[in-house]
């Protein structure tokens, strides 16, 4: 008999208290905050939504591999064994790791980007945008019009638009586009999924692309 899970398959080791609060002290946060949720304390939050960075709790090998980490400042053998694992999962020839997201693309933009560069995603992902912008390109969303439908029932509301890709492909041309970004999932788009038909889609595009 197969067996069916009714409760996750872990135990938890350590738990954290957060502060409880009432719901009119939850919207007078809100209120002092401008409704800017960066503007809000961690302390006045009960549930946390903001981001799905970091905000897992790690695994009892994760916590033991933090041990038995290499610490040498040249050829630590922890550096190796990771070096191998991300060549492996994105088959590039180097790597070069960063300690988030946002100073990947701090780096990446500042390579590609420049004033009179188009960069096109389904949505930019705020970071990306601000480093987009910030090297002096211009960054252009063009998620699928079902996406601006709340009510609406799609099961890939993250998807790009693919007939605004060939206009905007076909407009600026190889040279003028500095990348086209794919955000899986729609992050900034309401964490919305993307399908992989659209994303063959968008690469075959772009791998035409004169
Ligand atoms: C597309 C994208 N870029 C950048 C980031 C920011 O990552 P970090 O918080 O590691 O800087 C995120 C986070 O969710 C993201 O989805």
């Not at 096109?120 to 992902?125: G, P």
């Amino acid at each position: 008999m197969k067996f069916k899970t009714i409760f996750e398959p872990f135990k938890i080791k350590s738990v954290e208290p957060i502060s409880m609060s009432t719901e009119e002290e939850r919207t007078l946060s809100l209120e002092e905050a401008n409704y800017n949720p960066f503007q809000l304390h961690s302390k006045d939050v009960l549930i946390d939504f903001l981001t799905d960075s970091g905000t897992s709790a790690m695994s009892s090998k994760q916590w033991s591999a933090i041990m038995d980490g290499d610490e040498a400042y040249a050829g630590s053998k922890s550096w190796l064994k990771m070096e191998e694992e991300v060549k492996d999962l994105t088959g590039f020839e180097y790597i070069l790791p960063t300690h988030q997201g946002r100073a990947g693309e701090r780096i990446l933009y500042g390579y590609l980007g420049g004033k009179g560069k188009i960069f096109i995603s389904n949505t930019h992902f705020d970071t990306t945008r601000a480093n987009i912008e910030f090297s002096g390109a211009e960054a252009i969303d063009i998620p699928i019009a079902e996406s601006a439908e709340p009510m609406l029932s799609h099961p890939f509301k993250g998807n790009m638009d693919t007939d605004k890709l060939k206009e905007l492909l076909k407009k600026h041309g190889s040279k003028k586009i500095g990348a086209v970004i794919l955000t899986v999932t729609n992050n900034s788009g309401g964490g919305q999924p993307v399908s992989m038909k659209n994303a063959i889609e968008v690469s075959n595009l772009c791998k035409n692309l004169k």
